[in-house]
């Protein structure tokens, strides 16, 4: 496996509502990461990080919940959901598991990374 991916195991459904697993494999550190920190902060690299696994387990037909991305971030539930309402409001869509209204299919890695960037998360 190329470095900075992990195999997550995401909990889904089949159809008829049958429990199914699946591993994912997930981009969790990638090159730029680094400079993104040094240059913009912790929390503009958890934003790059949340569009870029939601999307890449939207890629796989898996949705992630918040539950995964704590998991996967370290991160609590409160700032999750805050750091998507932030991207939300800023024109990104973020696919998310277990939520009760609709999203559109969601935009690429690097629409939300430009989101995060211009607003200057």
């Known amino acids: 496996m190329e470095f900075g991916k992990v195999e997550y195991i995401c909990a889904g459904q089949k159809k008829g ?66 750091d998507v309402a932030y991207l939300e409001a800023h024109g990104a869509t973020v696919m998310i598991r277990g939520r009760r209204n609709g999203r559109k299919a969601p935009e690429s890695p690097a629409t939300f990374c430009r989101v995060a960037e211009e607003v200057g998360a």
């Open 17 to 82: 509502g049958r429990p199914e697993t699946r591993a994912l494999i997930l981009t969790l550190v990638e090159q730029g990461d680094e400079a993104l920190l040094r240059k913009m902060g912790i929390r503009a690299l958890r934003l790059k990080r949340i569009a870029r696994l939601t999307s890449e387990a939207h890629g796989q037909g898996r949705l992630l919940g918040y539950e995964d991305l704590s998991n996967l971030l370290m991160t609590s539930l409160a700032t999750l959901k805050r």
